[in-house]
């Protein structure tokens, strides 16, 4: 019903930039959060920048360096990555809650991720 498309990775040497994108289509109701997380090899998928309840939040990795911003016209999510480094390595995946209005469930979804390499 709701599928989410990351694009905009790739390979970028130290203190470079890079802007992910996430496209969201399908049976989109109530918004309840979205944001991205990041997975690095062996590693545990981690919370990188989310928006709900009206706010931002950023891991403190990456406060200061990433921004999280949306698109409504275009349903679409971005990460505006700079000074990227070798440890923001890792598969970037967009994600979705959304908030059944009838039961006030949450679900939520999950793109395919999207590679970003940080040479040294």
């Known amino acids: 019903q709701v599928q989410l498309v990351e694009s905009g990775g790739g390979l970028v040497q130290a203190g470079g930039s890079l802007r992910l994108s996430c496209a969201a289509s399908?049976?989109?109701?109530?918004?309840?959060?979205m944001g991205w997380y990041r997975q690095a090899p062996g590693q545990q998928r981690d919370l990188v920048a989310t928006?709900?309840?009206?706010?931002?939040n950023y891991a403190d990795s990456v406060k200061g360096r990433f921004t999280i911003s949306r698109d409504n016209t275009k349903n679409t999510l971005y990460l505006e990555m700079n000074s990227l480094k070798p440890d923001d390595t890792a598969v970037y995946y967009c994600?979705?809650?959304?908030?059944?209005?009838?039961?006030?469930?949450?679900?939520?979804?999950w793109g395919q991720g999207t590679q970003v390499t940080v040479s040294s």
């Open positions: 994600n979705l809650q959304l908030r059944n209005p009838a039961t006030w469930a949450i679900t939520s979804y």
């Open positions: 399908g049976n989109i109701f109530t918004i309840y959060a």
């Open positions: 928006m709900s309840r009206g706010s931002t």
